[in-house]
């Protein structure tokens, strides 16, 4: 299709604020409404998880999702709706929260029905909003604008978890409800707002309306055909693996500051702190990077995604190392160290999605989109879980804790260097317009979203 990659930075902003809005509404669901459910309402810990592995589960949703983009050749009633769906999944989650108090059958069948919209809304929006972005971006803009997004995903969560905490204090049911409604009703606004006549209009040939058209109504055939190109099932693979190890780290970092350095509470969330400002420094440098070497690109990237991948191995097996050490080892400079590294990946991980899901055929933009969204929310459900798994078997087989952490950190290190082995097999492809598109083989991108 003739569609200009012309979106100025105000509109990447704008629909940063789409992802800003995801991220307010998301962050309440798994954050605020977990707390209440196993603090206040004395339920398992093990039921708000199910929710949220629901939430991710459903996201396996999303390549169906972009291919509805794609036959419809716009994206922004899906972002409007999967919006609309993902506030009306927020309010029923709280909903089904304060319902629990009183009646727990009805109040989990309402909870679950309510992570389903939440999943299926956040992959509606989000995936929209991405292959948004692959097609109206100028490539040399597309890992800045990863960044951009990103980052204002990261203050939907931010501001929102500090903005609505003041509200809810003192907490009542009641209070929970009115301050989820009012949330969600705001991202919804601020969602119509900022798409409001922001995407191009198509020029359409004769060519173009007739692809459309052959294409409606055959999602599993189109799905086929892009599972055949062999870049797309590379590129969905190295999603899965990478996104494993980068999330396996998540919920084992902190058990591990405290139970091998010793580390106390407050000073195991500070050791947290450090590494998402590391994660910040990584996109920051890779937007920077891409936009100073307009004409080079492809060379720079090649350099962020081969060094992001490994550079991230080397850090994991370094504090596998380092737990030999409590002592002396600096553990804080080394996580920062894995925070860059992560950072730098996660967002030429997004950046690659935008430009490759322009190569192949035309008009399978979003059902790529989607399949490698669908792939990484399925790393994300599963890397947290296998991650404490794997260390409870450890430490039951093995019995010392060092060697039970070092070893789980080691294999998070062997999977990105197994994610970087795939990347350079990658080959360069060619997009939709005739332009030399990057490649993991030559220019090899390292994003994600969660998102949650």
């Known amino acids: ?45 093990m039921l708000p998880g199910i929710l949220v592995g629901i939430h991710h589960a459903v996201q396996m949703s999303r390549p169906r999702f972009g291919h509805g983009s794609d036959v419809g050749g716009r994206t922004t009633g899906w972002i409007v709706g999967g919006m609309l769906v993902l506030a009306l999944g927020g309010v029923a989650a709280a909903a089904g929260t304060v319902l629990i108090a009183t009646d727990v059958f009805w109040g989990l069948v309402v909870s679950t029905l309510a992570f389903v919209a939440i999943g299926l809304g956040a992959s509606a929006a989000g995936t929209s909003t991405l292959v948004t972005l692959a097609k109206h971006v100028a490539p040399h803009r597309k890992a800045a604008a990863a960044t951009i997004v990103w980052i204002m995903m990261i203050a939907g969560f931010a501001v929102t978890a500090g903005v609505a905490g003041q509200y809810l204090d003192p907490f009542t049911p009641m209070r929970l409800l009115f301050v989820t409604a009012s949330v969600s009703a705001i991202a919804f606004v601020v969602t119509v707002v900022s798409v409001f006549r922001l995407e191009p209009k198509n020029v359409l040939t004769a060519q173009d309306r007739a692809a459309l058209s052959a294409q409606r109504g055959s999602f599993s055939r189109a799905l086929r055909e892009v599972w055949r190109e062999p870049e797309a099932k590379r590129f969905t693979i190295f999603v899965f693996v ?26 195991s969330t500070s050791l947290s702190g450090l590494q998402h400002s590391g994660v910040l420094l990584g996109m920051i440098l890779v937007a920077a990077t891409t936009l100073i070497r307009k004409n080079a690109d492809t060379e720079v990237l090649r350099r962020w995604t081969i060094g992001g991948c490994l550079a ?57 989109m989607g399949l490698w969204g669908a792939s990484q ?5 599963l890397g947290g879980f296998l991650g404490t798994v794997a260390i409870d078997v450890s430490r039951v087989f093995i019995g010392d804790p060092v060697m039970a952490y070092g070893l789980v950190f080691s294999l998070e290190a062997v999977m990105f260097v197994v994610a970087a082995v795939i990347g350079m097999r990658l080959r360069p492809a060619v997009s939709n317009d005739q332009r030399p598109m990057p490649s993991f083989g030559e220019i090899a991108m390292v994003e994600v979203l969660d998102a949650r």
């Open 1 to 45: 299709m003739n569609q200009a990659l012309g979106l100025s930075w105000a509109g990447i902003v704008r629909l940063g604020l789409v992802q800003t809005s995801l991220g307010a509404i998301i962050v309440l669901t798994t954050t605020v409404i977990n707390r209440v459910m196993v603090v206040e309402l004395a339920l398992p810990a």
């Open 242 to 267: 990478s996104m494993l190890a980068y999330s396996a780290q998540d919920l084992i970092l902190e058990p591990f500051a405290g139970t091998v350095f010793s580390m106390t509470p407050g000073e």
């Open 312 to 368: 991230s191995a080397v850090s994991l097996a370094a504090i596998a190392i380092g737990g030999s050490f409590p002592q002396t080892w600096p553990l804080g400079g080394n996580v920062f160290v894995l925070g860059v590294s992560n950072g730098a990946f996660a967002v030429a991980a997004i950046a690659s999605m935008m430009s490759l899901a322009s190569a192949g055929k035309s008009g399978a933009e979003g059902l790529r």
């Open 377 to 381: 929310a399925i790393a994300f459900a």
